[in-house]
């Protein structure tokens, strides 16, 4: 499967602790994009990486939240000191990117549903 | 800012009737347009983008969009629906002001599409 690849499928953890999700795009994409869904709505937007630059953050992203893209490969997701309200479904995508909006459309992974107790 | 609307939460079809799913959207500069399609427990599925050029788009599964800039609208159609199809169906923009350069897609609530046998 060549598709985007996230890892775990679910968590399930209690408040307070650290969760950390990985993220592996496409091979050939260098863009990277974080999304947060929770239960009847849509995806809003974390952050985005363009290679292993990150370029752009949500107000959403709080500082216990942190995301990395080291080698402009795979990217990890880590919250820290999780909170209930931090429950939801996390979807990474990535898209290859191009001129006047060409390969602009983004793919995503299945997602990590994370349960905070 | 960019915005989405989807203004209903729900949609019911018979199979074989036609099918449409509506949003309007708000932008700064140029749309970038896509519809998205989510089955339970599973990430997107990109199913139509609109860029430039003919407003009338097509897609995946039989599925086409048309961009109506006068209405600001991009609503999601197919001719004869099938029980398959019913699943949640998201619209999104983005801005392609400054040669589509802000990357953050802004999605619509969703709409749950049910296809009766």
């Known amino acids: 499967d060549t598709g985007v690849s996230q890892n775990p499928r679910h968590k399930i953890t209690k408040r307070g602790q650290n969760v950390t999700f990985r993220c592996d795009p496409i091979?050939?994409?260098?863009?990277l994009y974080w999304y947060r869904q929770t239960l009847g709505q849509g995806p809003e937007f974390l952050t985005y990486?363009?290679?292993?630059?990150?370029?752009?953050k949500s107000r959403l992203l709080s500082d216990r939240f942190s995301a990395e893209r080291p080698k402009g490969s795979f990217s990890t997701l880590e919250i820290q000191r999780t909170e209930q309200g931090d429950s939801a479904m996390y979807l990474c995508?990535?898209?290859?990117?191009?001129?006047?909006?060409?390969?602009?459309?983004?793919?995503f992974g299945q997602g990590t549903r994370l349960t905070v107790v | 800012a960019q915005s989405v609307a989807q203004p209903e939460d729900q949609v019911n079809v018979a199979e074989g009737n036609p099918l449409t799913v509506k949003c309007t959207y708000s932008?700064?500069?140029?749309?970038?347009l896509f519809w998205y399609v989510q089955y339970p427990n599973r990430g997107l599925q990109f199913l139509l983008k609109?860029?430039?050029?003919?407003?009338l788009v097509k897609g995946s599964y039989g599925f086409e969009a048309e961009f109506n800039k006068s209405q600001t609208s991009f609503h999601l159609k197919k001719p004869s629906a099938l029980v398959s199809d019913s699943a949640l169906y998201f619209c999104?923009?983005?801005?392609?002001?400054?040669?589509?350069?802000?990357?953050?897609?802004?999605f619509g609530k969703g709409t749950l599409l049910t296809v009766n046998p």
């Open positions: 995508a990535s898209s290859l990117g191009g001129q006047g909006g060409l390969n602009t459309e983004a793919f």
């Open positions: 091979s050939e994409h260098n863009r």
């Open positions: 990486f363009q290679n292993e630059a990150q370029l752009e």
């Open positions: 932008v700064s500069g140029n749309p970038y």
């Open positions: 609109y860029i430039t050029g003919d407003n």
């Open positions: 999104a923009v983005r801005d392609g002001v400054g040669g589509g350069s802000n990357y953050k897609l802004t």
